[in-house]
């Protein structure tokens, strides 16, 4: 007899960006004459930069010639990006961090949800409320969890509210947590957190013998100094945290998929004897089981943003879609609401008017403005009451749908 896991049984509901896309099909299928503007998943809309196309191309006539074909490649990613992007990403801005702890993958969805299963399903788990619901979502299925309860918190979570009254910086928590996500520049919230917020929660985990699980997929919109760019900025975080990074939102691959997970060397964690083992080798003997790394031409690709053209290319999108999310900040500001993120982050996080649930205040948007964005409580009940704008659609639909939004009543 075959028998399910359960813990999928435990789940509520779909998965939040799925069941918005449901939503919104029914809409334009009922309404196919209205244009709807989509802000609601953070999908970027930009081509890929020319740079990054070049060296794609290049890859694929690589692969096409049987002097450079290749087959499967290392599952921990090729050297050339991993040197890459410790030399750019990390070495160039004075943080230590080696090519042989940098893990190339094809996607931070994926690795913070495959990163449990290194971990022993009796840890822990804290997470930001609201949050990435792939982080709470893959607890789940773990198995680290008990059911949902009516408060909208899985038994067995440590939830750390994040609203405004504490600037969306969790409160290091009254019960101890083994592993603890954290997400900065955050999503959904678009804010940030200072080097010494950090350092507050890399000295707790290191108090409390925890691992940080430190989501930076926004990094690359940081816009302001001083904001810390990696969590290995901060003194003693290599002892605790994992860092994972993204090109997706960086340099458009959500569609071409590419990104990195970084397990320091010096990261330890326990077994039940009591001895402290390296983390490393047992995320490198997950990957090399699990995963046959990412596809040549894609690492390739992204290998080519750390060119000096690519940089440049790069950055130019990047400024484009923050002058987006600036001018969405604004506009909703003069609508009368208030505004979160925005600045370092593509996401611009509003205070819905009167009280309004914020689903409610999705069909609003939708039936009233034909523009989608993302109901706060989707990302955890404090999300309740809040609603999330993505900045990455075109300049002309970003126009439009705040003119748009702006006419509501
Ligand atoms: C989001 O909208 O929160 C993200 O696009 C989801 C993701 O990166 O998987």
Redesign the pocket.
Known sequence: MALINESYLKLQAGYL?PEIGRRVSEFIAANPDKKVIKM????VTQPLVPSVVKAFHEGVDEMAKGETFKGYGPEQGYAFLREAIAKNSYQDNGVNVSADEIFISD???CDTGNIQEIFGNENKIAICDPV?P?YADTTVMSGKTGSCQTNGYYEGIIYMPCTSENGFIPELPTETPDLIFLCYPN??TGTVASKEELKKWVDYATENNAIILYDA?YEAFITEDGVPHSIYEIEGAKKVAIEFR?F??TAGF?GTRCAFTVVPNELLAFGKDGKEYPVKPLWNRRQSTKFNGVSYPVQKAAAAIYTEEGKKEVADVIAYYLENAGIMKASLAEAGYEVFGGVNAPYIWVKTKNGMTSWDFFDKVLNEANVVG?PGSGFGPSGEGYFRF?AFADRDSVLEAMERIKNLN
């Open positions: 960006f609601g998943i953070g999908d996607g931070s969805k990435y792939v999503n959904p997929a993204s997706s939102k959500t993302t993505s």
